[in-house]
């Protein structure tokens, strides 16, 4: 006789399990077909009142969880392949799987990315979801963390502070300047949107590359560590949305909180002066906007951020940090 859990499974997830090597979610394991391909493996989990508010509709809560690996692997320059997911949950509540599962399905289906399999669980505490997603490169093509070197420009892709100043609106720490620009916010913390579209120009033209996720002024301190090396970068360079300008004034505290704040998910890049025009040029072609913020230097100091007057910026704070 079926359990709950199989009959959950069955309800929810099995739509989403497209790929042959899902095998209908029967069996304990799945088989991703070789392709002669280098396979890229990253995973993340999101908590309920860490990652994402209990207050958040169930369709973002899904769709976040599936993009923030997918933009661990556009980092990479990999192609997505097929992800595994683990729930926590407190109860099969049909007014949060419903919704849950339609919109991770939609996201999975429109990134070419397919539910190979998983795990449900219950818990007594916060609701977790943890997916781990596998993405295919060339052999020997992936792009590193650790590979950034002397006079390889700094270059973002998007916008920077979006998703902090929307959670700062969704606890009440902010007001926004218009609904319009309190929805985009809010909707940069809910729902990022994974560079899929530049993991080709990574792979092809980047010497290093990693996500941010913690917050810009962290992550590229990880990579230069990671590297070696150390970076002077232009504050006034790196890009902001209209509604975050609106929303905040030169203030230290408002830079400080662009520059820190997480949940961006946009690309960060370390990319050789002879690739750049290559570079800049196929992330024009591929429609995801992109900045040059400053330059890899030698030393093993901390990267170095300059304001409009060329004066040092003083952050007291680089990234979140879970501990």
């Known amino acids: 006789m079926p359990s709950g859990e199989d009959d959950l499974i069955a309800r929810y997830f099995k739509p989403l399990a497209t790929d042959p090597g899902a095998r ?31 207050t958040d509709p169930p369709a973002a809560i899904a769709r976040k969880a599936l ?34 599962a339609e919109a991770l ?24 979801i943890s997916v781990t997603a596998f993405g295919r490169v060339p052999p020997g093509t992936m792009v590193r963390r650790d590979a950034l070197q ?12 979006d998703a902090a100043l929307g959670l700062d609106l969704l606890q009440g720490r902010a007001v926004a300047t218009s609904e319009a620009d309190r929805a985009f916010l809010i909707g940069r913390y809910r729902e990022p949107q994974p560079r899929s579209a530049l993991a080709e120009a990574v792979r092809a033209h980047a010497r290093a590359a990693m996500d941010v996720s913690d917050g810009l002024a962290g992550d590229l301190a990880k990579m230069c560590a ?21 929303m905040i004034n030169s203030s230290a505290a408002a830079l400080q909180r662009i520059l820190s704040g997480g949940d961006d998910y946009e690309l960060l890049c370390g990319v050789a002066a002879d690739q750049l025009d290559s ?45």
């Open 150 to 161: 002397p006079g390889d420009r700094i270059v973002v892709s998007g916008t920077i502070g």
């Open 105 to 128: 399905g939609t996201d999975s289906l429109a990134y070419g990315c397919p539910l190979l399999g998983g795990d449900t669980v219950s818990t007594p505490g916060p609701m977790m």
């Open 67 to 100: 993009r923030v690996n997918l933009s661990d692997l556009a980092a990479k320059g990999a192609t997505p392949a097929g992800f595994l997911l683990t729930l926590a949950l407190r109860n099969a509540d049909e007014s949060f799987l419903a919704p849950f």
């Open 24 to 54: 209908g979610l029967v069996d304990d394991a799945a088989v991703l077909a070789a392709s002669g391909s280098d396979l890229v493996l990253t995973t993340d989990a999101i908590v309920e009142g860490v990652h994402y508010l209990p």
């Open 279 to 323: 570079f800049l040029a196929a992330a024009q072609r591929s429609s995801v906007p992109v900045a040059v913020i400053g330059t890899a230097a030698s030393g093993t100091a901390a990267p170095q951020w300059l304001d409009a007057n060329g004066c040092e910026v003083s952050l007291t704070a680089l990234s979140y940090s879970h501990f």
């Open 226 to 246: 990671a590297s070696g090396v150390t970076a002077v970068l232009d504050a006034t360079a790196v890009p902001m949305s209209l509604a975050a300008h609106r």
